[in-house]
């Protein structure tokens, strides 16, 4: 049928990985580097745009996962290769950073144990909600659908309604409740065929995106003490790092339905490129290591006070995919390193055998 050709890996939803982590590492870059610069209302659009999305990926990469992960059984191989790709990362570079003077015993420490530490978040909520699945899916699998519905709107309501209208966090404090809604709420869509058009769902998207983008640059550098254009700048500023907010949660499931609906053939750049997003992750975030990524590497303090304009924003857009592209590199070769010593050796497949569900 076509709902079960539909759920099928393809170079769709993987082209969208691409694209989420080149948003994300844009809203890092920019804004942890301080290479923004405020000016006229055409300069606040472009940074404002750099910088929309980060939140919104964070959402679509739970929503394809769990397109997937609510048809198959717990695999204890996902878990493990996240938690490598993870200290793969973490630990070479804390250990270069604690060469150079910059990170100490404490952070080393943090680094073999990324996942516990929250050292990367994104990375510890993913793997904790992979660990919760097999639980998820008997729920998917036992409960009716009104008990489904229910569950749902109780979690919209706390978990994103009531965030939206003030600007707090909410009863629940912990973005993996997100996830979990997210998962949940995906699994309903999927499992009672609740798709919509991906016209409509780009559309949507297109409004959405611009309007929020849109505000947030018509007040990014308004000097104004009114109450409302601060009302304004803490709203826009919430929609877009609120990975919990209506706008954003909206924006994502617009994103992924477009691309869930779009025709493209399997094609193995892609499907190269988006296998190596979570390597692109880590390199960029290790919190000890970026901000030297910035200043030492990049220069960003440097080209702040040099480039201006236009200069400036073509060196923001080129920056972001020399990072994308140092990740993929080193993820590339990171894969190759991990499959020789670990998940391509017996020892590895007979450990995971006596694991339930590999």
Same mark, same amino acid.
């Given at each position: ?9 393809n170079s769709n939803l993987e082209l969208l990985r691409i694209l989420c982590i080149l948003a994300i590492i844009g809203d890092h870059f920019t804004g942890q580097s301080g290479i923004v610069e405020w000016g006229g209302i055409g300069t606040n659009f472009f940074y404002c745009a750099v910088t929309s999305m980060s ?18 059984p717990f695999n204890i191989k996902k878990v493990i290769h996240i938690w490598l790709t993870v200290i793969m990362f973490t630990i070479p570079l804390t250990i270069y950073c604690r060469c150079i003077g910059l990170a100490g015993n404490r952070d080393l420490c943090k680094a073999v144990l990324p996942i516990s530490g ?129 706008? %954003? =949660?909206?924006? &994502? ?7 869930? !609906?779009? /025709?493209?053939?399997?094609?193995? #750049? +892609? ?24 200043? %030492? =590497?990049?220069? &960003? ?7 201006? !304009?236009? /200069?400036?924003?073509?060196?923001? #857009? +080129? ?37 339930? !569900?590999?």
């Amino acid at each position: 049928s076509r709902w079960k050709m539909k759920s099928i890996r393809n170079s769709n939803l993987e082209l969208l990985r691409i694209l989420c982590i080149l948003a994300i590492i844009g809203d890092h870059f920019t804004g942890q580097s301080g290479i923004v610069e405020w000016g006229g209302i055409g300069t606040n659009f472009f940074y404002c745009a750099v910088t929309s999305m980060s939140r919104v990926a964070c959402s679509v990469f739970v929503i394809i996962s769990a397109w997937f992960l609510v048809d198959k059984p717990f695999n204890i191989k996902k878990v493990i290769h996240i938690w490598l790709t993870v200290i793969m990362f973490t630990i070479p570079l804390t250990i270069y950073c604690r060469c150079i003077g910059l990170a100490g015993n404490r952070d080393l420490c943090k680094a073999v144990l990324p996942i516990s530490g929250r050292l990367l978040w994104f990375a510890s909520y993913y793997m904790a909600l992979i660990l919760f699945t097999p639980a998820l899916n008997y729920f998917l699998k036992e409960a009716p659908k009104k008990i489904h519905m229910w569950i749902l709107l109780i979690l919209f309501v706390l978990l994103v309604l009531f965030p939206s209208l003030t600007t707090e966090e909410g009863f629940f404090r912990d973005d993996l409740w997100v996830f979990l809604f997210l998962y949940l709420l995906t699994a309903y869509m999927k499992k009672y065929k609740s798709v919509p058009n991906h016209r409509k769902c780009l559309c949507l998207f297109i409004v959405l995106w611009f309007m929020l983008t849109l505000v947030r640059a018509l007040v990014a550098n308004n000097a104004s003490a009114s109450v409302w254009i601060n009302l304004i700048r803490k709203y826009g500023e919430f929609y877009r790092s609120g990975i919990q907010t209506i706008p %954003n =949660i909206m924006m &994502a499931y617009c994103l992924f339905f477009v691309f869930y !609906g779009l /025709k493209i053939r399997s094609s193995k #750049i +892609i499907n190269f490129f988006a296998g190596k997003t979570l390597g692109a992750y880590c390199f960029h975030q290790v919190p000890i290591w970026y901000m030297y990524l910035w200043t %030492n =590497i990049f220069h &960003a303090e440097k080209y702040a006070q040099l480039l201006h !304009g236009y /200069k400036r924003m073509f060196y923001v #857009i +080129i920056s972001i995919l020399l990072v994308w592209m140092l990740g993929v590199a080193l993820e590339t070769l990171r894969q190759k390193i991990a499959e020789l010593l670990v998940e391509k050796r017996e020892y590895y497949n007979k450990l995971c055998e006596k694991s339930v !569900g590999c």
